[in-house]
Structure formats: structure tokens, C-alpha cells
């Protein structure tokens, strides 16, 4: 969040301009290879985490205006 608050911050009230981030797709982060870390071993807990996490940043991105 600190990269987009300065970001912000520097954009400003400039009508030109837009402060923007970018997220990782969920289906990117659904390969295997991100998967395979011996940390989940059922793909519901996987999914049930990672939609928990998106809806978190969501929120903060909100709440940064």
C-alpha cells in the first residue's frame, strides 16, 4: 500500500492523470506451481485464503481513495 499511497499522493486532483495498480489474475495464481508450496493441501483452503486476500486489498485500495 505504501507504492500506492505515494503514488496518490502524487497524482493528486490532476483530471489528467489516474492513480492505478494492478493484481495478479486469481487464475493466474491458481497454476500449480504457485500451489505446490506444501502449505495447502486441499484447493478449497487455497481458494477460500486467496478470495480472503483480494477482498482485503480491495478494501484498503477503497479506503485509499
Do not use: I
Not at 508450496?37 to 477503497?62: I, S, W
Amino acid at each position: 500500500m505504501a507504492h500506492y499511497r505515494f503514488l496518490h499522493q502524487a497524482v493528486g486532483d490532476d483530471p489528467q492523470a489516474v492513480a492505478k495498480q494492478t493484481l495478479s489474475s486469481t487464475c493466474m495464481l491458481m497454476y500449480r506451481s504457485f500451489r505446490r508450496n506444501g502449505v495447502y493441501q486441499e484447493l478449497d483452503a487455497y481458494c477460500d485464503d486467496l478470495a480472503q486476500v483480494y477482498v482485503q486489498a480491495l478494501h484498503a485500495f477503497y479506503a485509499q481513495g
